[in-house]
Protein backbone atom coordinates (compact mmCIF):
# COMPACT_ATOMS: atom_id res chain seq x y z
CA UNK A 1 0.00 0.00 0.00
CA UNK A 2 1.79 3.05 -0.71
CA UNK A 3 1.88 6.47 1.64
CA UNK A 4 -1.29 8.35 0.24
CA UNK A 5 -3.79 5.41 0.37
CA UNK A 6 -2.59 4.42 4.29
CA UNK A 7 -2.75 8.07 5.01
CA UNK A 8 -6.46 7.58 3.76
CA UNK A 9 -6.99 4.70 5.87
CA UNK A 10 -5.88 6.21 8.89
CA UNK A 11 -7.21 9.38 8.71
CA UNK A 12 -10.76 7.47 8.12
CA UNK A 13 -10.24 5.73 10.95
CA UNK A 14 -9.98 8.82 13.23
CA UNK A 15 -13.40 10.82 11.72
CA UNK A 16 -15.08 7.28 12.09
CA UNK A 17 -13.85 7.16 15.81
CA UNK A 18 -14.67 10.48 16.44
CA UNK A 19 -17.97 10.42 14.81
CA UNK A 20 -19.06 7.43 16.69
CA UNK A 21 -18.40 8.93 20.21
CA UNK A 22 -21.54 10.12 21.90
CA UNK A 23 -21.36 13.88 22.44
CA UNK A 24 -23.13 14.73 26.18
CA UNK A 25 -26.77 16.16 25.48
CA UNK A 26 -26.98 20.13 27.18
CA UNK A 27 -28.68 19.87 30.34
CA UNK A 28 -32.30 20.42 30.08
CA UNK A 29 -35.99 20.77 31.54
CA UNK A 30 -37.81 19.33 29.04
CA UNK A 31 -41.59 19.91 29.17
CA UNK A 32 -43.97 18.57 26.57
CA UNK A 33 -47.84 19.82 26.83
CA UNK A 34 -48.59 16.38 26.06
CA UNK A 35 -52.51 16.79 26.68
CA UNK A 36 -55.29 19.09 26.78
CA UNK A 37 -58.80 17.32 27.74
CA UNK A 38 -62.17 19.03 28.77
CA UNK A 39 -63.46 18.08 32.55
CA UNK A 40 -66.62 19.57 34.60
CA UNK A 41 -66.14 23.26 34.72
CA UNK A 42 -62.80 23.78 32.72
CA UNK A 43 -59.54 21.99 31.12
CA UNK A 44 -57.17 19.38 32.34
CA UNK A 45 -53.58 20.33 30.62
CA UNK A 46 -50.90 17.68 31.19
CA UNK A 47 -47.33 17.91 30.49
CA UNK A 48 -44.50 15.52 30.88
CA UNK A 49 -41.49 16.62 32.50
CA UNK A 50 -37.87 15.70 32.12
CA UNK A 51 -35.04 16.55 34.37
CA UNK A 52 -31.36 16.50 32.93
CA UNK A 53 -30.65 19.57 34.69
CA UNK A 54 -27.56 16.96 36.35
CA UNK A 55 -29.51 17.99 39.48
CA UNK A 56 -33.28 17.34 41.05
CA UNK A 57 -35.45 19.62 41.20
CA UNK A 58 -37.89 19.95 44.15
CA UNK A 59 -40.13 23.05 42.67
CA UNK A 60 -39.73 24.46 39.68
CA UNK A 61 -42.85 27.39 39.52
CA UNK A 62 -43.68 27.93 35.64
CA UNK A 63 -45.62 31.10 34.87
CA UNK A 64 -47.66 30.16 32.50
CA UNK A 65 -49.64 32.70 29.98
CA UNK A 66 -52.51 31.31 28.56
CA UNK A 67 -53.82 32.63 25.13
CA UNK A 68 -57.51 32.41 23.51
CA UNK A 69 -57.76 31.42 20.15
CA UNK A 70 -57.99 34.97 18.68
CA UNK A 71 -54.83 35.93 20.76
CA UNK A 72 -56.09 37.80 23.73
CA UNK A 73 -54.40 36.34 27.17
CA UNK A 74 -56.82 34.39 29.52
CA UNK A 75 -55.09 33.98 32.26
CA UNK A 76 -51.64 34.05 33.84
CA UNK A 77 -50.84 31.29 36.56
CA UNK A 78 -47.88 29.56 38.07
CA UNK A 79 -47.88 25.91 37.51
CA UNK A 80 -46.05 23.77 40.01
CA UNK A 81 -43.82 21.09 38.79
CA UNK A 82 -42.73 19.51 41.90
CA UNK A 83 -40.67 16.20 42.63
CA UNK A 84 -38.63 15.88 39.09
CA UNK A 85 -35.91 13.01 39.89
CA UNK A 86 -32.50 14.13 37.85
CA UNK A 87 -32.78 11.45 34.72
CA UNK A 88 -36.63 10.96 34.45
CA UNK A 89 -39.75 11.79 33.01
CA UNK A 90 -42.78 12.57 35.42
CA UNK A 91 -46.19 12.89 34.19
CA UNK A 92 -47.85 16.43 35.84
CA UNK A 93 -51.82 17.14 35.60
CA UNK A 94 -53.25 20.27 36.47
CA UNK A 95 -56.97 21.12 36.22
CA UNK A 96 -57.88 25.01 35.46
CA UNK A 97 -61.60 25.89 36.19
CA UNK A 98 -63.47 27.96 33.60
CA UNK A 99 -61.41 27.50 30.98
CA UNK A 100 -63.04 25.48 28.05
CA UNK A 101 -59.88 23.55 26.19
CA UNK A 102 -61.43 25.15 23.04
CA UNK A 103 -60.31 27.98 24.26
CA UNK A 104 -56.70 27.82 24.51
CA UNK A 105 -54.85 29.09 21.04
CA UNK A 106 -51.48 28.90 22.55
CA UNK A 107 -49.61 28.56 25.94
CA UNK A 108 -46.52 30.39 26.47
CA UNK A 109 -43.88 29.97 29.58
CA UNK A 110 -44.15 34.12 30.32
CA UNK A 111 -41.13 33.28 33.30
CA UNK A 112 -39.60 30.95 36.39
CA UNK A 113 -40.80 32.04 39.14
CA UNK A 114 -38.73 29.29 41.22
CA UNK A 115 -36.40 26.82 40.27
CA UNK A 116 -35.58 24.85 43.69
CA UNK A 117 -33.09 21.67 44.21
CA UNK A 118 -30.13 21.09 46.36
CA UNK A 119 -27.06 21.99 43.98
CA UNK A 120 -29.25 23.65 41.12
CA UNK A 121 -27.95 27.79 40.05
CA UNK A 122 -31.86 29.67 40.45
CA UNK A 123 -31.74 29.91 36.68
CA UNK A 124 -31.11 26.52 35.82
CA UNK A 125 -35.04 26.28 35.13
CA UNK A 126 -34.59 29.24 32.41
CA UNK A 127 -31.65 28.65 30.78
CA UNK A 128 -32.44 24.16 30.33
CA UNK A 129 -35.85 25.19 29.17
CA UNK A 130 -36.99 23.15 26.15
CA UNK A 131 -40.46 22.73 24.90
CA UNK A 132 -42.47 20.67 22.76
CA UNK A 133 -46.32 20.25 22.42
CA UNK A 134 -48.33 17.17 21.04
CA UNK A 135 -51.94 18.49 20.71
CA UNK A 136 -52.34 21.47 18.00
CA UNK A 137 -51.80 24.13 20.59
CA UNK A 138 -48.44 26.19 19.93
CA UNK A 139 -46.23 25.73 23.31
CA UNK A 140 -43.02 27.65 24.19
CA UNK A 141 -41.32 30.36 25.68
Known amino acids: MNRFALAMLALTLTLSCALAQETTPAPALALELNAVQPVEGGCRVTFLATN ?3 ASVDRAGIEMAFFTADGGIDRI ?3 DFTGL ?3 KTKVLQFELSDLPCENIGRLLVNDIAACEGAGLAPDACLKG ?5 RPPVPFGV
Open 129 to 133: LVTTA
Open 85 to 87: TEG
Open 52 to 54: TLG
Open 77 to 79: VTL
